[in-house]
């Protein structure tokens, strides 16, 4: 079976602009989140969505959306990017939410740089 | 706020040798994951102890959990070249069974 699969693998954009990556779950697999992780540091939560609806959210700015399809594949919208947006985004898939001994499988991320 | 902690920041083994990283968390847990990254690429998971355990094993893994100073440790037994990469815990946060909270990771590098 496939993993998890994000689109595209490298982006670049200039401040201002508008950005979306996409995300497809392991098959089967009903919730995804999304994490950003600058060079350096360790991935921070965004969003997990499940069921269509939004299950949670990190301590991000209103700049930043997600929304999840009925074959629960995602997008993850960036609005008028900052220079500090530039990171690599993680798309993670899991079974069910809210499972708290389950782990995250996760894609290879997209690697977005805003000049 | 950072949850995860890991220690040493880098650290740099002979192949044939044990690696040894450490974790410090701050809030209550459900569990305590330990997650490898190779090159900036995607995470892939390792191991997963859960708040109730002290120990737990898989293969060459070994990780230890002590919740009453909340910390973790990771041992890699008989490192090989290819266990390069970057080694992250993340606390699964009792409050939010959403998300997991992350670590700056540890650089592991296992030199031939």
């Known amino acids: 079976d496939a993993g998890v699969t994000q689109s595209p693998t490298h982006l670049i954009k200039t401040r201002g602009q508008q950005v979306t990556l996409r995300c497809s779950p392991i098959?089967?697999?009903?919730?995804v989140s999304w994490y950003q992780q600058v060079l350096g540091q360790g991935p921070q939560f965004i969003f997990q969505?499940?069921?269509?609806?939004?299950?949670g959210r990190g301590n991000f700015p209103d700049r930043f959306s997600a929304r999840q399809f009925p074959n629960y594949s995602s997008e993850l919208n960036v609005n008028a990017l900052l220079l500090g947006d530039s990171a690599l985004y993680l798309c993670?898939?899991?079974?069910?939410?809210?499972?708290?001994?389950?782990?995250?499988?996760f894609g290879n991320g997209t690697r977005l740089t805003v000049t | 706020s950072q949850q995860g902690e890991e220690d040493p920041q880098a650290l740099s083994i002979q192949e044939g040798e044990n690696a040894t990283m450490n974790c410090s968390y701050k809030t209550s847990i459900n569990n305590l994951q330990w997650y490898r990254q190779n090159s900036g690429r995607g995470l892939v998971h390792l191991i997963l102890i859960r708040s109730n355990e002290r120990e737990k094993h898989s293969g060459r893994l070994r990780v230890t959990l002590d919740t009453s100073k909340k910390s973790s440790s990771l041992l890699i037994t008989a490192s090989r070249a290819a266990d390069t990469a970057s080694y992250f815990c993340a606390a699964g946060d009792r409050g939010s069974n959403y998300k997991l909270t992350f670590g700056k990771g540890t650089l592991l590098t296992v030199n031939p």
């Open positions: 993670a898939s899991s079974l069910l939410p809210g499972q708290p001994n389950s782990p995250l499988h």
């Open positions: 098959s089967g697999h009903k919730s």
């Open positions: 969505y499940y069921e269509k609806e939004e299950r």
